[in-house]
């Protein structure tokens, strides 16, 4: 479990305390269950089974909480956003049920497996925050505000893991830019977190400051063979702690080569946008290129050649 420890005995510690569900944490989950008891049960249920089956209902409720602790199921507390989608969840349940109007012994039952399908809700709901949004960073320290189920109460967990987040190696060649990102995943999922700072590293205990701000992304335009090196990022936290710490290891590469075509085949690859908008004339029509006199003397031949073969067919005759 590593770093999870603490978290885990301060989660069990609290399920010792007089214990309240997650759902309950939520106003308006109260506020709906005291609007079916005033506004919903006095023309649907008997009076004196009104308190009996609000004592039912709020125990039914209270049982969420009781579901099997595990590192990757439930420990006791939720974030925000968790109770947030159970308590809509909860909620339009509710509705649903009352907005049909039914009431007596149906409405009854239809509570309660009601209740019954949504502590599975709320279950769903606690294992996936617990395997995929507590404490999701890999590297650096993580700020979360959870909600502890056993008195309602909002605090700040820190998530700590190994503080260095490696190093990145980074390819650029000349006169291109260098874009150097610092964002990890979980950032933005992060609270209390304050200001990005980028640093040139010149040696071991000698680096400069580039930028500082909330932008993660540090870019560089038009770099040159001096620019390669080592550059580190430090996204810092209210508690005076790094959160990140990120190196970036640059290379820059020669100047990409553009080969340029000559005219001629420069010319035979244009389309119609390389002709200043006109579109290429069908193959067989005469080009610019072509002399129009060229065609007017391979007529006037054809017509001799003609003349000439009737003289030769009359001669030929007459000798006959």
């Known amino acids: 479990m590593g770093p999870q420890l603490p978290f885990l005995v ?114 769903r709901f606690a294992a996936q925050f617990q395997k995929e949004v507590f404490c999701p960073n890999q590297c650096g320290v993580m700020l979360q505000s959870l909600v502890w189920c056993h008195a309602c109460e909002r605090q700040v967990h820190a998530c700590r893991k190994k503080l260095d987040c490696g190093e990145r190696l980074v390819l650029v060649h000349e006169k291109e830019d260098m874009i150097l990102n610092c964002e990890l995943n979980w950032h933005r999922l992060s609270q209390g977190l304050t200001d990005y700072r980028f640093f040139r590293v010149q040696g071991q205990n000698s680096e400069t400051l580039l930028s500082e701000g909330k932008d993660p992304i540090l870019t560089k335009t038009a770099v040159t063979a001096d620019d390669a090196g080592v550059y580190r990022c430090r996204l810092d936290t209210v508690e005076d702690i790094p959160a990140t710490i990120l190196h970036f290891r640059v290379t820059v590469l020669p100047e990409r080569i553009h080969e340029e075509l000559p005219s001629s085949q420069a010319g035979e690859a244009a389309g119609p946008e390389d002709l200043g908008g006109l579109q290429r004339p069908p193959a067989g029509l005469p080009t610019s290129t072509q002399c129009p006199k060229s065609e007017n003397m391979l007529r006037g031949r054809l017509i001799g050649l003609l003349i000439w073969g009737f003289v030769v067919l009359i001669i030929g005759f007459a000798t006959a």
């Not at 997650?22 to 004196?48: F, I, Q």
């Not at 049982?63 to 420990?75: C, Q, R, V």
């Open 10 to 123: 301060a989660a069990l510690a609290g399920c010792l305390l007089p214990a309240r569900a997650c759902l309950m944490c939520a106003t308006k989950v109260v506020e709906a269950l005291h609007s079916l008891e005033k506004d919903y049960l006095p023309g649907h249920l008997p009076a004196e089974s009104h308190e009996s089956f609000m004592t039912r209902v709020k125990e039914a409720v209270l049982d969420f909480k009781n579901l099997p602790i595990g590192e990757d199921t439930y420990m006791g507390v939720v974030d925000e956003p968790t109770l947030e989608n159970a308590s809509w969840s909860f909620l339009k349940d509710l509705k649903r049920i009352t907005d049909s109007n039914v009431e007596g012994e149906l409405f009854v039952k239809e509570m309660f497996w009601m209740l019954s399908q949504q502590k599975d809700v709320f279950a």
